[in-house]
């Protein structure tokens, strides 16, 4: 049965400033969500905020919250982001708060990456008109994961740069009107990492197209999804959590 609306107990959403520009807009930890079949539909409040299943059709058996370790995606059938049929979850950034298409956009997501045939990813994106997302990809030569980004479906990266650890680990991904970067945090350690950035393994800018008059995805009206990508194969990979931050430019 699909869940609907379920709010974890006892946790209050608060907006916290990290030195003189940085503020955490939120964040939002899986593993207490309560276990549910999200493939035909479904959401979840947590930390004020709700996450929609989107999608989910895509997955034979295995979608939604375990009740332990996260949101679970096990993907059996065709969907991308560029085709706006991948299953995962999605929520308005406008529930994060006033945003501006000139800030920067900062979300951490703790994940696992349990298999995947080539190509299969899971992504942090931006979706208006337009998107562009980041994450990790599977290869299955030389049979490992490795970062990956993509803005259309004739632009994507494949840089070949192993993640340093997929099981547990944290990626940060670092949105702006123009595109996003990716950084690779390592292994889970107990709590998100206090700084941002590092050494970049991966960017990709946003599709120009032809004639196109403003930049998108814009900030102020996108919506943030976290989805998975299969072209062949399973993806199996599992969300654990996510934290949201803003810096004012």
Same mark, same amino acid.
């Given at each position: 049965?699909?869940?609907?609306?379920? =709010?974890?107990?006892? %946790?209050?959403?608060?907006?916290?400033?990290?030195?003189?520009?940085?503020?955490?807009?939120?964040?939002?930890?899986?593993?207490?969500? *309560?276990? $549910?079949?999200?493939?035909?539909?479904?959401?979840?409040?947590?930390? *004020?905020?709700?996450?929609?299943? %989107?999608?989910?059709?895509?997955?034979?058996?295995?979608?939604?919250?375990?009740?332990?370790?996260?949101?679970?995606?096990?993907?059996?059938?065709?969907?991308?982001?560029?085709?706006?049929?991948?299953?995962?979850?999605?929520?308005?950034?406008?529930?994060?708060?006033?945003?501006?298409?000139?800030?920067?956009?900062?979300? +951490?997501?703790?994940?696992?990456?349990?298999?995947?045939?080539?190509?299969?990813?899971?992504?942090?994106?931006?979706? +208006? @008109?337009?998107?562009?997302?980041? *994450?990790?990809?599977? =290869?299955?030569?030389?049979?490992?994961?490795?970062?990956?980004?993509?803005? $259309?479906?004739?632009?994507?990266?494949?840089?070949?740069?192993?993640?340093?650890?997929?099981?547990?680990?944290?990626?940060?991904?670092?949105? @702006?009107?123009?595109?996003?970067?990716?950084?690779?945090?390592?292994?889970?350690?107990?709590?998100?990492?206090?700084?941002?950035?590092? @050494?970049?393994?991966?960017? #990709?800018?946003?599709?120009?197209?032809?004639?196109?008059?403003?930049?998108?995805?814009?900030?102020?009206?996108?919506?943030?999804?976290?989805?998975?990508? =299969?072209? $062949?194969?399973?993806?199996?990979?599992? %969300?654990?959590?996510?934290? #949201? =931050?803003?810096?004012?430019?």
């Amino acid at each position: 049965m699909a869940l609907q609306g379920t =709010r974890l107990q006892g %946790i209050g959403r608060t907006v916290d400033e990290v030195g003189e520009q940085q503020e955490i807009l939120g964040t939002f930890d899986f593993t207490g969500v *309560g276990a $549910a079949d999200w493939r035909g539909g479904g959401s979840a409040a947590v930390n *004020g905020v709700t996450f929609t299943a %989107i999608n989910g059709n895509k997955c034979s058996s295995t979608f939604g919250p375990d009740g332990s370790t996260g949101i679970r995606i096990v993907q059996t059938q065709n969907g991308t982001i560029e085709a706006g049929n991948a299953p995962g979850i999605e929520t308005a950034l406008s529930n994060f708060g006033t945003l501006e298409n000139d800030d920067e956009l900062c979300v +951490d997501i703790r994940l696992t990456g349990s298999s995947a045939g080539d190509f299969g990813r899971l992504v942090v994106a931006l979706v +208006d @008109t337009d998107y562009v997302a980041a *994450g990790v990809m599977y =290869r299955s030569s030389p049979g490992q994961w490795e970062v990956g980004s993509v803005s $259309a479906s004739t632009q994507y990266t494949d840089p070949s740069i192993a993640l340093t650890d997929s099981s547990d680990c944290v990626i940060q991904v670092v949105f @702006t009107a123009s595109g996003a970067v990716l950084f690779d945090r390592g292994s889970w350690s107990g709590s998100f990492p206090s700084d941002v950035g590092g @050494t970049v393994v991966d960017a #990709v800018g946003t599709e120009a197209g032809s004639g196109r008059t403003n930049f998108k995805p814009r900030l102020a009206s996108a919506t943030l999804r976290v989805v998975s990508y =299969r072209t $062949a194969g399973t993806t199996d990979v599992t %969300i654990h959590a996510i934290r #949201v =931050r803003r810096r004012k430019k």
